[in-house]
Structure formats: C-alpha cells, structure tokens
C-alpha cells in the first residue's frame, strides 16, 4: 500500500491488488496526486523516460491504455474498485468544535 500526502489532515492510500508491480503502483499513485513525470522522476532518482514508460504499463496494465485521458480513467477505475481510498485525520478539537 503507498500512502501519499495530500495535504496536512488528508492522507491517499493506493491498493491496487496485484494488477500492477509495486513500482507502477507508486508512479499511479503519484500520478493521481497530481505529480508531474518530471517531479516523480526526481522522487525516484530516474529519467523523465523511465516514468513515461512505467506510466503506460500502469495504463496497460489497469486496462485504460485505450482511453481519451487514461489518468482519469485510471482514478475513475481506482475509485470504483477501492485502489484508493481517502483518510482525513479529525482531531480532538475538530470533534468539539464541530457542530
């Protein structure tokens, strides 16, 4: 599972069952955060090639190689088969100010 930051109280976790490797399964989860190919490039310390690359085995391999904007066919996907689910921490006080 990756575990990606999406801002201070939201965290997305990123579960795709076995469909993709590991690694694709993180460059997916980038990509769905928003990451550019070049930004997820420098996390991994690969070329901006290698990223292009596993991003269309990710889209090959999930099934939505074909489509107009296979990102957001992919995060459609995801959504419909809980590949990714959203957490947002409450705490304390968001429970006692809340009304």
């Known amino acids: 599972m990756i575990n990606i930051k999406m801002s201070e109280k939201t965290n997305m976790l990123v579960d795709m069952q076995g469909v993709i490797t590991r690694q694709e399964e993180r ?3 980038y990509k769905m ?28 391999n999930a099934g ?10 992919l995060i459609h996907k995801s959504l419909l088969n809980n ?17």
């Open 64 to 73: 939505v190689a074909g489509s107009d904007n296979p990102l957001v066919s």
């Open 27 to 29: 460059v997916a989860a």
């Open 33 to 60: 955060a928003g990451k550019s190919n070049e930004t997820i490039a420098t996390i991994f310390d690969v070329s901006v090639d290698c990223i292009n690359k596993q991003s269309r085995a990710v889209y090959r």
């Open 83 to 99: 590949w990714i689910v959203f957490r947002h921490a409450v705490s304390a006080d968001d429970l006692l100010n809340a009304k």
